[in-house]
């Protein structure tokens, strides 16, 4: 059974636009319906009284001066009551975007907030021109509009423009998934095209509609990704065996800020019972070129790798003594050092930020979503003297509070894209990957490349993320004969972080792919260490876990007894469970890559995976 939002004008909220959009069928509350009416009749009073109203008996913008008579004042169009022509005209001269049509969602969104606008009562729109727009909607009838065209005040007049004209039986539209002429739609879904009345044309164009329905699509996506970038963020400390008390409760108590306070805490639970983060430096081998004969089983030859460790010497270690009664002397693939990178220490701060610009976002949105945003607004109700006071021309189409928000989101997705990306850089460098091999891939013979250019990808991402990043909202245009001398290009600003969100799914799943390779190799190589512990003895794992030493200095003898004891006696090392079932969702798509393979599906299939919400559906 389809579900249906009740729309009344006040209580439109995200998570019921975001169902009429993927298909929800709308119905028009009764309380809301008498304040429709209301504002219509008193209108239609007004004129009859022959007040001089913007919008109604005056022209538009820089032809507000001009007063509308009951006639034309050609004789040869003496039947044509310009009050009415008015609106029409406005309609089919204003829709005149340009690029390819927005998609059924967005389109549906638009249609939806629009209804639920003028159900406040304050538009003067008719009930039965209103309900055919809810017709409209539920109809399936999806208006083509094209993508660029509005400068965000007033309103979004253009886009606007192509929902409406298709009510009036022109302009394009799909149906059924078939583009066809307006009329056409009308036809087939068995509705009649609209006549308007006064100020009909006006409400139905004037208004934020487009910027909202993007901007609320936009944030649905990035909070969901939000998520995915903290995940993202877990696995790769999962695959640097890194440090998590950067994430301590009580670190986060001291900077309160609530998107950090919230990642940290996300953190936390995601690594909880982790036997790969914060695993004693000592434990971690370095990776080393596999080589013929030199694992002691058949069954350890089979990897394709090798692992070694450095000792430090006696002679070695002046001043640091009590590290080294902490921990053992020998240096793997883990730095004896008690901080990581910023890209990983500092994901609280970075993921948190963005969370708090994306929550400014969606409680800006909230609230337009059942504001009132066209012009002139109608009051009905007050008892003003003169109809100026009850018919007041001001400003709620300026985009400003959602072109502004919007603009705080547009440079935030860049920022999370790129810190993804440094984790991801840092996984296949050897350099900065803490023991495991270049680009993930063992490469024996020279031949293998792993995921040396999965990185290249994104980083081309995150410079055309970058480049995409300036903000529209600073570069006013004035238009209308500069009546309208300042606008908010707040419709471009929204439908970039639409866009954008795309190309940032795109980064964090590349992150997860080569995440999920470093895990599953820092699980082999401990596993592949644990193993030889248990299955040698001193001589011989020491000879293997340290060739270049000498065998016969007796503190080494020791201490690598001591190392080979305390590997032998570890539980087998894994990722939290947390990350171990993400891990397993993932691997049902993407296959560990033991040597190098063809990865264009691999990557399509992963970026897939982040985009869907790390879903497998």
Known sequence: MMHTVVLDGVSLDRADLLKIAEGAQVALADSAIAHVRKAAD?????????????GISTGFGSNADKLLGAHSVR????????????????????????????????????????????????????VQTLEALTALLNAGVVPVVPKLGSVGASGDLAPLSHLAIVLLGQGEAFFNGERMAGGEALKRAGLAPVQLQHKEGLALNNGTAQMLATGVLAVARLERLLDVADSAAAMTLEGFAGRTGAFAEEVHALRPHPGQVHVAAQLRELLKDSRLADVPYHLVPKFKTWQAGRWPTPALDE???????????????????????????????????????????????????????????????EIELNAVTDNPLVFPDSNASHVDAQVISAGHFHGMP?????????????????????????LVDPATNDGLPAFLIGNEDGTESGMMIVQYTAAAI??????????????????????????????????????MTNDLAKVLGLEILVAAQAIDLRVEMLEAARTLAQQTEGAAFAKHACPSVHAADADFIQEIEALRVDLAKRPPFAPSPKVAEVLAQFRTLVPYMKRDMALDQVVARATRWAENGMSVN
């Open 402 to 426: 959602l072109a502004l928000a919007m603009s705080a989101v547009k440079a935030a997705i860049p920022v999370l894209a790129s810190i993804s990306e440094r984790r991801l850089n840092k």
């Open 303 to 365: 990897h394709t790798f090798d692992i070694q460790w450095e000792w430090v010497p006696t002679s070695e270690r002046h001043g640091r003594e009590k590290f080294y009664t902490r921990f053992m002397p020998f240096r793997g693939g883990k730095k004896h050092q008690p901080q990581d990178s910023y890209s990983l220490r500092c994901v609280p701060q970075v993921h948190g930020a963005v969370r708090d610009a994306v929550a400014h976002a969606a409680r800006v949105l």
């Open 462 to 499: 995150v410079n055309d993320l970058t480049s995409r990043a300036m903000p529209a909202s600073v570069y006013s245009i004035p238009t209308s004969a500069n009546a309208e001398d300042h606008v908010s290009m707040g419709a471009n600003e929204a439908r970039h972080v639409l866009a």
């Open 42 to 54: 008193f209108l239609d009073t007004q004129v009859v009284r022959g007040e001089p109203i913007y």
């Open 75 to 126: 004789a040869s169009r003496a039947d044509v009551q310009p009050m009415i022509e008015l609106q029409e005209n406005l309609i089919v001269t204003h829709a005149v975007c340009v690029g390819e049509p927005f998609e059924a969602d967005v389109v549906r969104a638009m249609l939806a907030i629009r209804i639920n606008t003028l159900l406040r009562g304050h538009s003067g729109i008719r």
